[in-house]
């Protein structure tokens, strides 16, 4: 940073500036200028803070740039002697920085840098830089002045010849977690809230509505029938009234289930589906003072998104009702058919679950048994009703309709080794073992032969239940591992990763009790701003994430005679608005081609990435999205789809300046077609110069291009494909191809023998 003498010259911008949300508003202030036409910022702080005033600046990629303006400060003081108040710009060096800190006169503040590949930048002014701070910092006259812009003429060397390391097939895993409506509401085909009434029926948080004082409704907790406190209800002036609305439904058949005991004084029950265009409605007689599950049918009179189910029992006495389920009755073992379609059409060979945060505080034995039995509880880790209606039967079933293998990851937040133990033993234990005879009671008598198992989740951070410092949580694995693999010597252990000290430790005293290790990261930052800017934020997480952890196989001992790769079981974007629920977070074009730049990125990384689970599937920051009746894919499912059909397995050596293009080069597994793939995360075509070394390559092939009419188009139910694929055949014309604007593209080309 130079601290010079100011300017004349140039463009302020002194518009659009922005706070930090979730910081004290009254620290920030701002006013006319009395020696420029702009703004001063000014920010103020009695204690120590980290706040800033920031913005997004448009630039060119690979240009150079100065920004430059004033500051001034008042008794500024840091948290230690290196911090105070001053400027950033975002991910960029700054040569020679300064921090201000006590009392400091209007100074002149100049930083230089090169865009790189990056078309915005983010400007910060912060009091609190380095570290927390407190004290008085102002800003004023801030410009940016572009230095030079080079000429961008991309081009591409091939030499199929030279190959890498595979690419791994579990690069286009997938995750499913029990949040938001990732499974219920989304993947799983019950249509009913709360139906094995966690809430009492007629209460304020209750889905249900009834005719009775909620304060007669009574709970049977000897766990007679379920595993769960169960409402007992008294029929009022002989009738007992249960109704569920806001019910979606269309016209076709739904079925369901009614599992209650009633009085000898209770004689009939009619259940009703009611729509606008009036209700379909069947009785049935009560005979037995005992536990009945009821089956039941109905088609409604026409679609609606506004239905009710209507329960009505009829008589005297009282009736405990344990259970309620509606679902369309072209369900897939329980899952719904139209999501089970897209799943397959992402063809998956992987899926983690059942989390996440969530699994930190998952006793997997709730999901086990007749699913009307299992327990409803309020989880903590995304504060929500848990159903236990999808639990490792119901998953392991999803796996084979889908023909993936299962991940599954064990609780090592508030569970135990004993308990990560007992599951590997009732996942994969022989007949004769005691958790292996449960799973043969419960119906599925062979072992499910369980490879991929994730040791925890994110241990590392505060927001785990069960978080423990990294001097004790190694131990804790240790034991949790050693425990897995007494039980199963050949399963393969995905061990909790995260950048500095956290892999070092792991490395250090957990290499034996480890075959993976995973690590996660979402870009999350739409303030980050420009097209090419947002692309490359996917593609330089799993560089970083590879040269981590390619730092550590060089310093650490331990790992010299080990070959333990990188399960990356999370990435995404997770951004932007929440449309579909808890995180249910909408995609849009330019995240589509960050995905793919990510692909490409895992294929210049293949020698040390063993996984990818996309995080996650449905809804929550997912691929597929949907709402009761509909669903479809997003931009970045096409994606995903495409390139996992159609991206080679074998990258080769591809060299040149690609810029401002993302270019990767694969061969298909029988060494037949050469796969290129381009992102062009710009706002113009641009043409690509390609040569091949070594190898006659045809000049023709078949192109699939996904975009769509700008970067910030999306998909939804009325739009299923303003993001869409479109296969075309291309030539190579005097040595160049033209990248279409906002793509991601995959070239065929056929090798000539």
């Not at 039995?373 to 309020?378: H, M």
């Not at 072992?447 to 804790?476: C, R, S, T």
């Not at 040390?608 to 970045?636: C, D, F, H, R």
């Amino acid at each position: 940073m130079k601290l010079l003498s100011a300017s004349k010259d140039n463009t302020s911008f002194e518009d659009n500036w922005e706070t930090e949300y979730w910081s004290d508003q009254e620290n920030y202030s701002d006013t006319l200028s009395a020696s420029y036409d702009t703004r001063v910022l000014m920010i103020t702080s009695d204690s120590l803070t980290v706040n800033r005033w920031y913005k997004k600046i448009d630039i060119k990629p690979y240009a150079e740039y100065k920004i430059y303006g004033f500051i001034k400060t008042e008794r500024v003081k840091g948290e230690h002697d290196k911090s105070g108040a001053g400027f950033r710009i975002g991910k960029f060096p700054i040569e020679n920085d300064t921090i201000f800190t006590g009392d400091n006169d209007w100074t002149y503040v100049e930083i230089q840098f090169n865009a790189e590949g990056d078309d915005s930048v983010m400007l910060e002014c912060l009091l609190g830089k380095g570290g927390s701070a407190k004290g008085k910092v102002y800003f004023d006259n801030m410009k940016i002045e572009e230095i030079s812009v080079p000429e961008l003429n991309p081009k591409a060397v091939i030499d199929v010849t030279v190959k890498k390391e595979p690419i791994s097939p579990y690069m286009y895993g997938q995750f499913i977690e029990h949040m938001g409506k990732s499974i219920y509401g989304g993947l799983w085909a019950e249509l009913l809230e709360d139906r094995k009434f966690y809430y009492t029926p007629g209460s304020k948080k209750s889905a249900w509505k009834t005719n009775l004082d909620t304060l007669k409704v009574k709970k049977d907790s000897t766990m007679e029938y379920a595993r769960a406190p169960i409402p007992v209800f008294p029929l009022h002036k002989n009738v007992l009234e249960l109704t569920q609305d806001s019910i979606s439904v269309v016209d076709k058949q739904y079925e369901g289930r009614l599992v209650f005991k009633a009085d000898p004084g209770v004689k009939q029950i009619n259940i009703a589906l009611i729509t606008k265009e009036g209700l379909n409605e069947k009785s049935f007689k009560v005979e037995g003072n005992r536990y009945i599950k009821q089956a039941f049918s109905l088609t409604p009179l026409g679609a609606d998104k506004d239905a009710k189910l209507r329960i009505t029992f009829q008589g005297k006495g009282t009736v405990t009702v344990a259970a309620v389920s509606l679902m369309p009755s072209d369900h897939i073992k329980g899952f719904r058919k139209d999501v089970i379609a897209l799943m397959k059409s992402l063809n998956a060979p992987v899926y983690r679950w059942p989390g996440g945060n969530f699994v930190s505080g998952y006793n997997w034995k709730d999901g086990i048994g007749d699913p009307d039995t299992r327990p409803t509880q309020y989880e903590r880790a995304w504060k929500g009703l848990e159903y236990n209606d999808v639990g490792i039967h119901e998953f392991m079933e999803l796996c084979e309709l889908l023909d993936a293998e299962a991940n599954i990851a064990v609780n090592t937040g508030l569970g135990t080794a004993k308990l990560a133990a007992e599951e590997v033993e009732y996942v994969n234990g022989g007949v004769k073992t005691k958790m292996g005879k449960w799973r043969v009671e419960n119906g599925h008598p062979a072992p499910y032969n369980v490879k991929l198992w994730a040791v925890g989740n994110e241990m590392f951070g505060d927001w785990q239940l069960g978080h423990m410092p990294i001097k004790e949580y190694v131990k804790k694995h240790n034991r949790v591992s050693e425990a897995m693999r007494e039980v199963d010597q050949d399963i393969s252990l995905i061990a909790v990763g995260f950048p500095g000290e956290w892999n070092q430790m792991m490395y250090e005293h957990c290499s034996n009790q480890m075959t993976y290790i995973s690590e996660h990261f979402y870009r999350q930052d739409w303030h980050a701003g420009g097209l090419l800017t947002h692309v490359r934020q996917i593609p330089d997480a799993i560089r970083e994430i590879a040269n981590e952890h390619r730092k550590w196989r060089d310093s650490i001992p331990e790992l010299k005679q080990k070959d333990i790769k990188i399960a990356l079981d999370e990435w995404n974007y997770w951004y932007g608005p929440h449309e579909y629920g808890l995180l249910g977070t909408r995609y849009f074009l330019r995240d589509a081609l960050g995905i793919a730049a990510g692909i490409n990125e895992f294929s210049r990384q293949s020698d040390i990435y063993y996984m990818a689970n996309y995080a996650q599937t449905v809804n929550v920051i997912g691929a597929i999205k949907t709402t009761p009746t509909a669903s479809w894919l997003e931009g970045t499912g096409l994606v995903l789809e495409l390139y996992n059909q159609e991206f080679g397995e074998i990258p080769v050596s591809i060299t040149g300046s690609f810029e401002p293009l993302d270019v990767a080069a694969t061969l298909s597994d029988d060494g037949k077609y050469l796969t290129l793939s381009v992102v062009n995360a710009t706002h113009r075509d641009y043409p690509l110069k390609i040569e091949f070394k070594n190898k006659l390559v045809n000049e023709e092939g078949v192109r699939y291009t996904i975009t769509g009419e700008h970067d910030m188009v999306f998909n939804d139910e009325e739009n299923l494909k303003r993001i869409a694929l479109t296969q075309t055949e291309f030539s190579i014309k005097n040595g160049h191809i033209t990248i279409p604007w906002e793509s991601a593209n995959i070239y065929k080309i056929r090798i000539e023998e």
